[in-house]
């Protein structure tokens, strides 16, 4: 197992572009989670599928923000129109349930950084 | 809502010092607890997680016990080494739901040989 992987792990781009991130979560898993951390705070929740369906998203998701996961594989998180308030690290967790400790175990990935100039 | 509350760092100890990161929450329910560290350019990896009260978790000599009656999960470790220098989150998730994770703002170690 390889873990969770992101792609990019940086992106600077101009304000106003549209940029798009992908995760990949660990295979077996079948919840995948979206968080933005900003510098010195913690992940903020944006986020989450279920399979491939979408069942909660926080308020931090503007109508710019979409996130996709088809065949509830792979994700990606879309930015419309990027703003500099959008400069951020992106976080991908991926889990399933554990029947041994009883609770969805979140495993993260390396992030993705953009820069939004 | 919830919510998690962390001792503000940064902190910086010396090499074999004790060390408590102090941690509170505020939730409804029964939440589950964690710790998550986070090395210099890496991500979060789970650290240590207890999931009712009165459970301990450990992990690298690291531990914390779930204290439902003073809303407290504290990081204890006996005796630091420099490569536990990183930043160490906080975090619950309630039973239901999502499962999302609510994060505190961190706290930053430092360990100096």
């Known amino acids: 197992d390889t873990g969770v992987s992101q792609d990019p792990r940086h992106k600077i781009t101009k304000r106003g572009q549209n940029v798009t991130f992908r995760c990949d979560p660990i295979s077996e898993h079948n919840r995948l989670y979206w968080y933005r951390q900003t510098l010195g705070q913690g992940p903020e929740f944006l986020t989450y599928f279920q399979n491939e369906a979408q069942l909660e998203k926080s308020r931090l998701l503007s109508d710019r923000f979409s996130a996709e996961r088809p065949k509830g594989s792979f994700s990606t998180l879309e930015i419309q129109r990027t703003e500099q308030g959008d400069s951020a690290m992106y976080l991908c967790?991926?889990?399933?349930?554990?029947?041994?400790?009883?609770?969805?175990?979140?495993?993260f990935g390396p992030g993705t950084r953009l820069t939004v100039t | 809502g919830n919510s998690v509350t962390q001792m503000e760092g940064p902190v910086t100890l010396s090499e074999e010092a004790f060390l408590t990161i102090n941690c509170t929450y505020t939730?409804?329910?029964?939440?589950?607890l964690f710790w998550y560290v986070q090395y210099p350019g890496e991500g979060l990896q789970l650290l240590l997680k207890a999931t009712k009260a009165d459970d301990k978790g450990s992990n690298k000599g690291f531990e914390a016990t779930y204290r439902k009656e003073t809303t407290s999960f504290h990081l204890e470790k006996g005796s630091v080494q420099v490569s536990d220098s990183a930043v160490y989150f906080c975090a619950l998730s309630a039973f239901q739901g999502a499962q999302k994770l609510v994060f505190g703002q961190g706290t930053r170690l430092t360990i100096n040989p």
């Open positions: 939730a409804t329910g029964y939440p589950s």
């Open positions: 967790a991926s889990s399933s349930w554990s029947d041994r400790v009883g609770v969805y175990e979140q495993y």
